[in-house]
């Protein structure tokens, strides 16, 4: 920071220049303060040398008193005392050079130079108030409609402040999780803003690369869902169905509607530190990790940026109870293991705590005992404000995709409209994690009132048409091999888990009768689809898109299919109609 320092270094440059037969002139060395006439007496030196001739040096400063020292005798002020420099080499020897000319050397003298500021001095500067004249600190959000206006300011004109933005938004997102669950019981003043900040944290992009962004606009979605259902969870269905969105703002939307419905439900939710470790133990070759440090870095952010994966480790869990219920119900068909499993796990009776004992019984009349307010269960919102949203809405957009296909079916291929493309939802990975979050709402709905009439077959048939049918008529390069008929294996393996999910549910609540004597064709349908399935599989036919942990799950996926539609059949056969 000292200008001499500076200045000697420009010299040093428009020396080094010259040397290498560059022109490079600052045109600022007239004066004496900064160092400057030194700077000048010098070059001076500089030129002399090379020109192996007397050193004279004229001042041209005409204002220069006589008892300056010389340029030289400046020099031998500044070193220590050394032996006579000698004789000039020649030019073959001057040419020679070798790494020694590089090493450095240990300097006994006291450096002139001001010392560079170091960390500490730099934050203090940072902090420094008088260099903050004009920066104002952004307060946090007290209410909602403050919230929104900070991710979605409703002024049209930009201001001049606009390096506030970054700061805005971050502060937003710190607050924004814990100010909406403060504000669920504050009266309608979050019904009244629900729908403004599901507008605002969907489409919120990272443009500052903030800390946690995703984990934090993750977690405000899902805290809108929980606490005010009735408001965001349609609002977030329609936004999904747009078409201004990317791909992982719509990750971002199926997963607030399922991990909110979740919480919602009252059922667990996974926690992000046992996805984290679930990612290490994946780890197969630990000799070609990279170390520690930067490997528990790249691979935690790897596993926070990877949206998908919440919901499908909610799915992998629910399949997989559906499957071993389904096991131990067939176990339990064979007398000499339900003998032998009653001799091991059968625990003897036990003294049973006696309840407390109510008003009515005491006599206390019902309506003088206290009734709270019931709160908003998932139950009471699920067919009205998530699934038959998200189920209607799905089929309008289908149908409306397709129109849109065969409009331009009879131009050029490169001119028609493919509604399949990537980042739009009917791409398989799109599809696939939609039809993962719809399993997780039904999963969860099992309980509603609308359940074994419109939910679980409704749900099914989605799984099935999925399933079975092509979602568009133009099928890319890759798929005309078979006639365009393949399904990609990560869209096979979620509509079938769909379907075990329903399945299971109806085997749950009534034993499979409603959806095997009302639904009859769609069951074995279901039964018939997932046996052929299983059977290519079997044969080694190749599924696009499969190969390795994708075909296990597909495999296992149609065997669950298949037992559960076999479980339903075998005890409802007599009764169903032949079809």
């Known amino acids: 920071m000292d200008p001499s320092v500076r200045r000697c270094g420009m010299l040093v440059a428009e020396e080094a220049a010259r040397g290498a037969g560059k022109t490079l002139n600052f045109d600022d060395w007239d004066g004496t303060e900064d160092g400057k006439r030194w700077c000048r007496d010098m070059r001076q030196v500089l030129n002399g040398l090379d020109n192996a001739t007397d050193i004279e040096v004229d001042s041209d400063d005409e204002n220069e008193e006589e008892d300056i020292p010389q340029p030289a005798e400046l020099i031998t002020d500044m070193l220590p005392s050394q032996p006579a420099p000698p004789p000039r080499k020649s030019k073959i020897e001057r040419e020679y050079d070798s790494d020694d000319s590089l090493s450095g050397y240990a300097s006994s003298l006291a450096s002139s130079r001001s010392l560079s500021p170091t960390p500490s001095d730099l934050e203090e500067i940072e902090k420094d108030p008088t260099l903050r004249v004009g920066h104002k600190k952004v307060a946090r959000p007290v209410y909602l409609a403050q919230l929104g206006e900070m991710i979605r300011p409703t002024s049209g004109s930009k201001t001049d402040q606009q390096e506030q933005e970054v700061t805005k938004i971050e502060v937003a997102l710190n607050a924004a999780d814990e100010l909406i669950r403060r504000k669920m019981s504050y009266g309608t003043e979050l019904e009244e803003n629900a729908v403004n900040l599901v507008y605002g944290f969907v489409g919120l992009q990272d443009n500052y690369d903030l800390e946690g962004f995703g984990q934090k606009r ?5 805290a809108l ?24 703002q719509r990750f971002t939307v199926l997963n607030a509607l399922a ?17 984290k470790a679930d990612a290490l133990q994946r780890i197969s070759f630990p000799s070609k990790r990279l170390p520690t440090t930067l490997h528990q870095k790249y691979i935690t952010a790897e596993d926070e940026s990877t949206s998908l994966q919440p919901v499908r480790h909610l799915l992998e ?6 499957i071993d219920s389904t096991k131990d119900k067939a176990a339990d068909k064979v007398p000499e293991l339900v003998r032998e499993r009653r001799l ?37 919102v699920a067919a009205e404000f998530f699934l038959y949203p998200l189920i209607n809405r799905f089929w309008m957009f289908l149908r409306d995709e397709q129109t849109r296909e065969m409009r331009t079916a009879q131009q050029a291929s490169s001119h028609r409209y493919k509604s399949t493309g990537t980042g739009l939802i009917l791409n398989a990975l799109v599809l696939s994690h939609f039809l993962a979050t719809l399993s997780i709402l039904v999963h969860a709905s099992r309980n509603a009132k609308e359940w074994l009439a ?8 989605l799984a099935v048409a999925l399933g079975t049918r092509p979602l568009s008529q ?19 393996t979620s509509s079938l888990e769909l379907a075990l999910v329903v399945l299971d549910g109806c085997v749950d609540s009534d034993g499979g009768r409603s959806m095997s004597l009302e639904h009859t064709a769609m069951v074995l349908g279901a039964g018939e689809w997932a ?15 499969g190969g390795g942990m994708q075909e296990v799950k597909l495999r296992r996926a149609a065997a669950g299919v298949v037992l559960k539609v076999d479980e339903v059949t075998s005890c409802w056969k007599r009764s169903m109609v032949d079809v």
Request: proline share 6%; glycine share 10%; with cysteine.
């Open 259 to 275: 991990l909110g419905a979740r919480e919602l439900a009252s059922l667990p939710i996974p926690d992000s530190a046992a996805l």
């Open 225 to 248: 869902v929980a606490c005010c259902p009735r408001k965001s969870a349609p609002a977030l269905v329609e936004e999904f169905f747009k078409s201004q969105y990317s791909a992982e």
């Open 344 to 380: 091991r796990i059968r625990q003897p009776a036990k003294i049973s705590e006696v309840g407390s004992i109510s008003g009515g019984a005491l006599g206390i009349p019902q309506s003088s005992q206290m009734k709270a307010k019931p709160a908003t269960t998932f139950t009471d």
């Open 454 to 461: 419109v939910l679980a077959p409704d749900a099914l048939e």
């Open 474 to 492: 133009h099928m890319d390069d890759k798929d005309e091999d078979d006639g365009g008929k393949s399904k990609d294996a990560v869209v096979l």
């Open 218 to 222: 993750q977690g405000a979605l899902n």
């Open 531 to 545: 046996g052929e399935v299983l059977s290519q599989l079997e044969k080694g036919a190749k599924v696009l898109g």
């Open 317 to 322: 869990g629910i399949s997989r109870n559906a």
